[in-house]
């Protein structure tokens, strides 16, 4: 991209983290222009710790938060979120995963999802304050230190067994499984399982599986844009993902990225996930 130049910088979560964290990104960008983007729904929750200028949201498809923020939450989404960046970017992007909400920030997630969030909001010790020592820490080592300490600061006790249980095995069918069939395996009823797995997540069980099994047909798509020879086409993508048709992939892909197949595999826009460097 012309008048563009960025720096991205992966370094380890510390252990303590772990489930609760799925990564920690240095972001740097200077432009000749701002920048806009838009982020498809995922299952990985931003938290931007920013010293650069400040960032615009511009449109929430499925919730609210349009406005200018410094630092910010974007809780768990259903469908996409677009932003703007000022000339000189600069940030700290933390992925929480669904279950890092509760533990980390003290907030069930139902609260911050479908929703935007001014970081101070939630964690007023990550404020202003807290983006002058980004700023003034000068390298990203030490920059990682100060956000994962002030998060293993607060870091609870274990996930509710029951919500982490579903999560997993949400995610490990790729959001295809059945989810009475889970109810059922739980011998509560479903609506105590969905009470507590959407006070949790933000999402209810069916609404959470509906996007992770987008994410990973979105990954799908993408990549057969990147590598033509053996790509799969949407038909393909959409029986490998356990849509019950070309269409219906569509009519999900266009709730959650705001564009089509097509317009999405062209666009390669950038997710959670590319900037960790990892798959869905």
Do not use: N
Request: charged share 20%; aromatic share 6%.
């Amino acid at each position: 991209m012309t008048g563009v130049t960025r720096e991205i910088v992966r370094l380890p979560t510390h252990p303590g983290l772990r489930g609760l964290v799925a990564g920690v990104v240095g972001f740097r960008e200077q432009s000749a222009t701002p920048l806009e983007r838009r982020q498809s729904a995922g299952t990985l929750l931003p938290l931007v710790l920013s010293f650069g200028d400040p960032f615009e949201i511009v449109d929430v498809a499925a919730g609210e938060g349009v406005g200018t923020y410094e630092s910010f939450l974007s809780g768990f989404m259903r469908g996409p979120v677009s932003t703007r960046s000022g000339r000189s970017h600069a940030c700290v992007q933390v992925y929480l995963t669904p279950l890092g909400i509760s533990q980390l920030l003290g907030v069930p997630g139902r609260e911050v999802a479908g929703r935007v969030i001014a970081v101070e909001d939630l964690m007023p010790q990550l404020g202003p304050s807290f983006s002058e020592q980004l700023a003034e820490a000068g390298t990203w080592r030490p920059r990682f230190d100060l956000v994962q300490s002030a998060l293993l600061a607060r870091a609870g006790g274990p996930a509710d067994p029951l919500v982490a249980w579903l999560w997993d095995r949400i995610t490990e069918s790729g959001g295809q499984v059945r989810i009475r069939d889970l109810v059922a395996e739980t011998g509560w009823s479903h609506r105590y399982v969905t009470t507590c797995f959407q006070r949790a997540v933000g999402l209810t069980p069916k609404a959470a599986a509906g996007v992770v099994r987008f994410e990973r047909a979105a990954s799908d798509i993408s990549t057969s844009s990147i590598h033509r020879l053996g790509a799969l086409t949407v038909a393909e993508v959409a029986a490998r993902h356990g849509y019950a048709d070309q269409s219906h992939l569509t009519r999900d892909v266009v709730r959650y990225a705001g564009e089509p197949p097509a317009a999405l595999a062209v666009s390669r826009r950038p997710t959670a996930h590319t900037a960790l460097g990892t798959d869905p």
